[in-house]
């Protein structure tokens, strides 16, 4: 059974930084594409950020050069770290895999986790 768990969101001041984690179980998560996504209220999802499973990573264009996304297969973990944080960012977080590119649709998703950017 896959099963994918996000962990790390929380509140942040403006320009502060959150790692967030996306554990899998019941499989190994470099055989799939995974992803990052995002929904703000009111708002739909958005792609944040993917990692193939060669490696290759891809950025929307409102977090390239503030987020990088790394997958460490001893852990069987994918991590989001965010830097320079904005009130834009402000979001439900989620993790999804089961994709054979980051181009396809992901079968399996997480149950979300907040990250909320607020002075």
């Known amino acids: 059974q896959v099963q994918l768990v996000e962990s790390g969101g929380g509140l942040v001041q403006p320009g502060g930084s959150l790692r967030l984690s996306c554990a899998a179980s019941?499989?190994?998560?470099?055989?799939?594409?995974t992803g990052w996504f995002r929904q703000a209220p009111g708002k739909e999802r958005e792609g944040v950020s993917c990692?193939?499973?060669?490696?290759?990573?891809y950025y929307a264009d409102s977090v390239q050069g503030r987020f990088t996304i790394s997958r460490d297969n001893a852990k069987n973990t994918v991590y989001l770290q965010m830097n320079s944080l904005k009130p834009e960012d402000t979001a439900v977080y989620y993790c999804?895999?089961?994709?054979?590119?980051?181009?396809?649709?992901?079968?399996?998703w997480g149950q979300g986790t907040q990250v909320t950017v607020s002075a």
């Open positions: 999804a895999t089961e994709a054979l590119s980051c181009q396809d649709s992901f079968g399996s």
């Open positions: 019941g499989f190994t998560l470099d055989v799939y594409a």
């Open positions: 990692i193939s499973t060669e490696g290759s990573t």
